[in-house]
């Protein structure tokens, strides 16, 4: 994936619409690292289910690169990118923690992976499938690499096996 994040400074670009891959590859030629968070996502397209990978943060990629060498400034004009998001003259900076974390979720391409504290009892939102966007309660953690959840779908439970990859915790406050 990229480096230790913990020793890079970490900074945001805003993206053009449409524009993440144009604005990632014209970064990784100037010599930039680039670090943008995916997860898999099913949403509705002619009436069928389409399963893909969206940035967990949609029009932002993190960039990567040491403000007193200079040469920064160039990616406000790479194609694809609007801005470095600022606060008065100088980029601000993401803290590497933040950024430490997001990279230890993630796989080796960027991508997210399950929360590791997902028990059984737990109500958790689908994010992939014909039920996605589905809230369920976690049932059974299957040692093959499934969770099964139960829906109340139309007043009754239905039990389905789930890739742990396509749940995402719900915030009880």
Not at 57 to 83: E, K, L
């Amino acid at each position: 994936m990229v480096g230790d994040a913990a020793e890079t400074s970490w900074y945001l670009a805003q993206l053009k619409p449409n524009s993440l891959c144009i604005a990632e590859r014209n970064l990784r030629r100037q010599g930039f690292q680039v670090f943008v968070p995916m997860q898999e996502g099913t949403r509705r397209a002619r009436g069928a289910f389409v399963t893909a990978s969206r940035p967990l943060f949609p029009g932002y990629a993190f960039v990567a690169f040491d403000p007193a060498r200079g040469g920064w400034q160039a990616i406000n004009s790479t194609h694809g990118v609007t801005r470095l998001v600022s606060f008065g003259k100088e980029p601000a900076r993401v803290p590497a923690e933040m950024i430490a974390q997001l990279m230890r979720r993630c796989d080796a391409e960027g991508k997210l992976l399950p929360s590791p504290d997902i028990r059984p009892g737990d109500a958790v939102r689908l994010s992939s499938g014909p039920f996605t966007e589905f809230v369920a309660t976690v049932e059974q953690l299957a040692p093959d690499q499934r969770v099964w959840v139960l829906l109340d779908l139309l007043g009754r439970e239905l039990r389905v096996a789930v890739q742990p990859a396509t749940l995402r915790p719900v915030r009880q406050d």
